[in-house]
T-cell receptor, first 113, second 111 residues
Framework: ETGVTQSPTHLIKTRGQQVTLRCSSQ?????VSWYQQALGQGPQFIFQ???????GRGNFPPRFSGLQFPNYSSELNVNALELDDSALYLC????????????FGPGTRLTVL | GESVGLHLPTLSVQEGDNSIINCAYS??????FIWYKQESGKGPQFIID?????DKRQGQRVTVLLNKTVKHLSLQIAATQPGDSAVYFC??????????FGPGTRLSVLP
């Protein structure tokens, strides 16, 4: 167990809807990264948050957005859901650069119908 | 639980044998590498890491080898056990950037 928790575990939405996924980082970790993992593939980096600011973004459209709170927990928001957004969404927490091994949560399985 | 990696390369080994999982990484500027294990229905679990100023690092039953000349990373698992069955990913990081994951290898341990 890494101490990183995510909610909900599973979620079913329809195309065009909006979704919010949540992550609580491991104690003492102030950096949170979000990844999308499609079936049969490795995780793909969405973005990272450090001290409540976005600190790097992968090749995802603006309808993927996030927040980090003062307690270092984080949210991933996806607007205008598309069928291809169906995936496992993973949150990883880490200490800042220099001690930056990332520890993953169990993920949220999002299905878009 | 959900399936991870339905069409991944698969390595099948006999219980008790040693396993070697290989990974080719893409960026010669990558400075930090991690091997993760992912079981069905779970998030990736950290196994071992290595920085680019090293070529070998050992953990408990696992060894990671880094060959920067050919941009190759390998994970060796000694005395493979049924609990080692999972999908294994290598991840590389270019300093200050995000981690890039490989496609994964499914390890299947035969009784």
């Amino acid at each position: 167990e890494t101490g990183v928790t995510q909610s909900p575990t599973h979620l079913i939405k329809t195309r065009g809807q909006q979704v919010t996924l949540r992550c609580s980082s491991q104690s003492g970790h102030n950096t949170v990264s979000w990844y999308q993992q499609a079936l049969g593939q490795g995780p793909q980096f969405i973005f990272q948050y450090y001290r409540e600011e976005e600190n790097g973004r992968g090749n995802f459209p603006p309808r993927f957005s996030g927040l980090q709170f003062p307690n270092y927990s984080s949210e991933l928001n996806v607007n205008a859901l598309e069928l291809d957004d169906s995936a496992l969404y993973l949150c990883a927490s880490s200490l800042p650069v220099g001690r930056d091994t990332q520890y993953f949560g169990p993920g949220t399985r999002l299905t878009v119908l | 639980g959900e399936s991870v990696g339905l069409h991944l390369p698969t390595l099948s080994v006999q219980e008790g044998d040693n396993s070697i999982i290989n990974c080719a990484y893409s960026n010669s500027a990558s400075d930090y590498f991690i091997w993760y294990k992912q079981e069905s229905g779970k998030g990736p679990q950290f196994i071992i890491d290595i920085r680019s100023n090293m070529d070998k690092r050992q953990g408990q039953r696992v060894t990671v080898l880094l060959n920067k000349t050919v941009k190759h990373l390998s994970l060796q698992i000694a005395a493979t056990q049924p609990g080692d069955s999972a999908v294994y990913f290598c991840a590389e990081r270019n300093y200050g950037q995000n981690f890039v994951f490989g496609p994964g290898t499914r390890l299947s341990v035969l009784p």
